[in-house]
């Protein structure tokens, strides 16, 4: 693949029923891999366009719903998952074979959606004050839960759109990226306090709005 074409290559992630809905609760792991992407890296260096192919169809629907879950904005979201795998494809030399794939691709998408909220003056960046920390438990309806047979997917979809940028990015990144307080500290170049602060107003913001799914003292 070259950067020209990485428009046509990365797939719509979310194609068929309600797109933002969807994304917003799909929990898609990162892919089970027959040849180990270290592989297809490697041949990519060499010039072997077809392995990042391969790179592409692998990671496209995870990356594609970090953007989304940070943006959320289909439109934008697509954008933001083109433009990481055009900058995976123009730096894959410098890429540190001792780190997970995804977890670079993971670090591009997340700071290309940083980007976008600022030119967009959708997120602010001042520090929320510290102190208030992690209230405990995740006590919101799991995003991660199958839950098809409610309105909670829409429900849950509306919530997360109107929570603040910032807010929005640390819990899509912890929530369903998984990524501990460090690394979220370091992908958004905040104080682990100023995240927990963040998690903690999420949640807490969450919970008003999902409180009908609440279960009830």
Not at 32 to 44: C, I, M, Q
Request: aromatic share 6%; proline share 6%.
């Amino acid at each position: 693949m070259t950067p020209s074409s990485c428009g046509s290559t990365v797939p719509d992630a979310t194609a068929g029923g309600n797109n933002e809905a969807r994304a917003a609760v799909d929990t898609q792991s990162e892919p089970e891999a027959g040849t180990p992407d270290l592989e297809f890296v490697r041949r990519a260096r060499d010039g072997d366009t077809t392995a990042f192919d391969e790179l592409v169809r692998r990671y496209a629907a995870s990356v594609f719903k970090v953007a989304w879950m940070m943006v959320h904005n289909h439109a934008d979201a697509d954008d933001i998952a083109q433009e990481t795998f055009v900058r995976a494809y123009r730096s894959i030399h410098s890429y540190d074979e001792r780190f997970r794939l995804y977890t670079w691709l993971r670090r591009i998408a997340v700071n290309l959606s940083l980007n976008h909220l600022k030119r967009s003056s959708r997120l602010r960046l001042v520090p929320l004050p510290l102190g208030d920390g992690e209230d405990g438990g995740a006590d919101i309806p799991d995003p991660r839960s199958d839950c098809d047979t409610s309105g909670l997917r829409h429900d849950l979809g509306q919530a997360l759109a109107r929570l603040p940028a910032d807010q929005r990015a640390v819990f899509t990144l912890r929530v369903n990226e998984e990524m501990s307080y460090g690394e979220i500290s370091e992908a958004l170049k905040i104080p682990v306090g100023t995240v927990m602060s963040r998690l903690n107003r999420a949640r807490t913001r969450l919970r008003e709005l999902l409180r009908e799914y609440m279960p009830r003292p």
